[in-house]
């Protein structure tokens, strides 16, 4: 005679596995390494397989503090690569005094008078460097033509504004993820080790094949690495972008130097995206090749660019602020601050 299963018992074992799952998944979600990577982040992959393993170079602390702008012998008008003040920190070491503001804090658009937004605000220097990544540059140019005056004020931080891992993350447990991240996170780093080509997760992250990417990453799955969806999606910058630069430049009253920096994809991946661009950009005399310059450097420095990450490492960034001391010495061979 079969056994009567009561509704208690039923319920019990419903319990019983239902506690056994979730805690299952805990488990698996508190041993995930919390992700120190943007893309590894967004897109839900693991930086133990991600994740940088070189350790990067320190700075003193002294040269990562802004000077405020009626102060100031340089701005720079930039994005999150300038963030760090990490590439800053060549030009502040050699004497220039640099004060350092975003695109996004004033609406993504410089507008026509900007020289007056700038002189308002107390800036009495001789440069202004524009700094943008490729993928944004084409709207910023946009915007910009379309806005006749700056609404917000100008704003800049002492310190900065985001401040990079100095050292590999000692293992802890993920108390502040989501229950099914764990899960997710496995789930989606099998499909990027197994899958032989790109994989996409989460729309915005790509796990991308790097044609000799163990010479170029220090990441444990070092031949592939994380890109952003973005770079392909917003397309390519044209000669038409570089005649933007010019006119804008040409009615500023105080000296421009633009630098382009080039997306993760196009240096490693994409070499001729925006090649158009690039050539009209080298005769143009607005700035530094920053495309020509990322494929010479990312093959002689590994983790150039983080590998679970889109932007620069800090290897990257003080080489880019070397190239910039020299761009800078161009338009102001001696800091102004040192003859007032």
Known sequence: MARITTPAKVWLLTFFVGFAVISAMLSVTLATPIPYGDLSRIGRLSDHQFGWLAPPPKVDPELLRGTPIDQ??????GDSFSMTYRWQSALVKAGYRVSTTYWLQFGEALCGDMDDWLAKAGFRGKLVIVESVERLL????????????????YEAKLVPFSSPLED?????????????????????????????GDTVFNTETMARPVQDGCKFFSNRLCDKALFLSEDIRNGELTPANVEAMKTFTAA?????LWMVIP????????????????????GSNLGPDLFGWAQTRH??????????????????????????????????????????
Request: with cysteine; proline share 8%; hydrophobic share 35%.
């Open 168 to 196: 590999l993350p000692a293992f802890a447990l993920n108390w502040n993820a989501q229950l099914t991240s764990g899960l997710t996170t496995y789930r989606n780093t099998q499909r990027a080790i197994k899958t032989p």
């Open 252 to 256: 500023r009253r105080t000296p421009l």
């Open 72 to 77: 100031a012998d340089i701005v720079v008008i």
């Open 263 to 282: 997306n993760k994809t196009t240096v490693y991946v994409d070499h001729d995206h925006s090649k158009d661009f690039v050539t009209a950009l080298r």
């Open 299 to 340: 093959a002689l420095t590994r983790d150039f660019f983080f590998p679970n990450d889109t932007h620069l490492s800090m290897h990257g960034q003080l080489e880019l602020g070397e190239l910039m001391l020299n761009e800078v010495r161009k338009k102001l061979p001696e800091p102004p601050s040192r003859h007032p």
């Open 138 to 153: 084409n709207e910023r140019l946009r915007s910009s033509a379309q806005c006749p005056t700056m609404t917000r004020p």
